[in-house]
T-cell receptor, first 116, second 112 residues
């Protein structure tokens, strides 16, 4: 069975601190896709990144970086120098290859609060 | 390019009624997926439509149904509403396989 675990329910940091959101996944598939989405208070899920299982390169996009490690089945997300606008719920998700790609399996989410 | 749009944004219904939610995908996207988000269960997959055909279905009762039209717009229907159906219903569209899903703002359904 496929599963995504985000053990951190809530995290609170002060602006400019770095913060890492953890994501651990379970799957028996050899090909799969991992995602991070941000859900601000408005409710709309905002796509942040997609990573396929064959690409273990870490990625950096501005203040955001992602660390994908197949050996530990983790896909962690780090925000450097956090800002108040980063306050949101962040979801990690997993999908299978092929016809099941429309079915995203989400973790429970981590609520990040960045205080000024 | 316009994003995914969902109508209505808010809806209040009474137990036993039925409801239809609408989703218009990003232009050119042929896949539409629906998700239910509740505080207790989180985000759960309902179903996916691709080129007017249901391709995948989540673990929801038959009261939840959907369809997709030739212009890729999709509707989902919930019959015989229960209090537990109160949720944020999110629609997402995707260009094709191997591409990420983009979500709409959701329809918040309250069942009283």
């Amino acid at each position: 069975a496929q599963k995504v675990t985000q053990a951190q329910t809530e995290i609170s940091v002060v602006e400019k601190e770095d913060v890492t959101l953890d994501c651990v996944y379970e799957t028996r598939d050899t090909t799969y896709y991992l995602f991070w989405y941000k859900q601000p208070p408005s409710g709309e899920l905002v796509f942040l990144i997609r990573r396929n299982s064959f690409d273990e390169q870490n990625e950096i996009s501005g203040r955001y970086s992602w660390n994908f490690q197949k050996s530990t089945s983790s896909f962690n997300f780090t925000i450097t120098a956090s800002q108040v606008v980063d306050s949101a719920v962040y979801f990690c998700a997993l999908s299978r290859e092929g016809g099941s790609q429309g079915n995203l399996i989400f973790g429970k989410g981590t609520k990040l609060s960045v205080k000024p | 390019k316009a994003g995914v749009t969902q109508t209505p944004r808010y809806l209040i219904k009474t137990r036993g009624q039925q409801v239809t939610l609408s989703c218009s995908p990003i232009s050119g996207h042929r896949s539409v997926s629906w998700y239910q988000q509740t505080p207790g269960q989180g985000l759960q997959f309902l179903f996916e439509y691709f080129s007017e055909t249901q391709r995948n279905k989540g673990n929801f009762p038959g009261r939840f149904s959907g369809r997709q039209f030739s212009n890729s717009r999709s509707e989902m229907n919930v019959s015989t509403l229960e209090l537990g159906d109160s949720a944020l219903y999110l629609c997402a569209s995707r260009h094709r396989d191997n591409y990420e899903q983009y979500f709409g703002p959701g329809t918040r359904l309250t069942v009283t």
